[in-house]
């Protein structure tokens, strides 16, 4: 992502465990020519012929036709972008094939109409990141005070102010949530991924972890694959979600 040399070289020793296979999603930020943005990728993960899924962001926008060529030449087998406005997708896809789009997707921010109504025409797919909000869509900030002054936290914590100005909404969500979870033997951020993966075009999410977290933190994260939300449990939500907000 952006280049960022941990995520590479994190790419980069993927690639020498399975002799460069596998399916990497790398986001091209930076300005630069297409061809040796790819190039450079390629080379990191492996020196292969070809990436399998390359997400653009805003940047990329100028070089259009230039990535499409690449894409022609099978350098690239699929595009998504990211943050990108329904009309800057509009625009890429006009010009190479945009199969995902990612952008942060959560209980509080949904994708909007507009942009469901524009992959379902053009059938492209969300990923979420920013699905439990940097862990905010926990048992741990249940009935605390505003993480506004932690610095782990702050950019979601922007996220809810922009819902509501009243950190209780976001408690009022909370509890919600954890209601819905006791019914599921579930956890809060179980049932926010799981009420997240249901949005219409959704294709997946981007769940993090912080260094050292282990197999409990991802056997709970693939948990909430196999929870099913009933019709009252999102209404319940939903009617908690409507408090504040909504974009």
Request: charged content about 25%; overall charge negative; proline content about 3%.
């Amino acid at each position: 992502e952006d280049f960022d040399v941990r995520v590479l070289s994190v790419i980069y020793a993927h690639s020498k465990l399975t002799g460069g296979k596998g399916n990497y999603s790398i986001i091209v930020e930076k300005e630069g020519r297409a061809r040796s943005n790819i190039k450079r990728l390629l080379k990191m993960t492996g020196g292969g012929k070809s990436l399998d899924w390359v997400q653009l962001g805003p940047p990329a926008l100028e070089l259009r036709e230039e990535y499409a060529l690449l894409q022609h030449h099978g350098l690239v087998k699929q595009y998504g972008v990211e943050d990108y406005t329904p009309d800057m997708i509009e625009y890429m896809h006009e010009g190479l094939p945009v199969a995902t789009v990612q952008q942060e997707i959560n209980v509080l921010t949904p994708p909007s109409q507009k942009s469901i109504e524009l992959c379902e025409r053009i059938g492209c797919r969300f990923v979420s990141y920013g699905a439990l909000m940097g862990g905010l869509l926990s048992e741990q900030f249940l009935d605390k005070e505003s993480s506004q002054h932690d610095a782990d936290h702050r950019s979601y914590t922007q996220t809810v102010l922009d819902w509501s100005e009243n950190w209780s909404d976001f408690q009022e969500v909370l509890r919600t949530l954890r209601a819905v979870g006791v019914r599921h033997n579930a956890s809060i951020s179980q049932v926010a991924l799981r009420y997240t993966l249901d949005y219409p075009r959704m294709l997946g999410a981007i769940v993090g972890v912080r260094l050292g977290s282990g197999v409990e933190h991802r056997a709970e994260t693939l948990g909430a694959l196999r929870l099913v939300l009933s019709e009252e449990d999102r209404a319940e939500i939903q009617r908690a979600v409507a408090k504040g907000r909504v974009r």
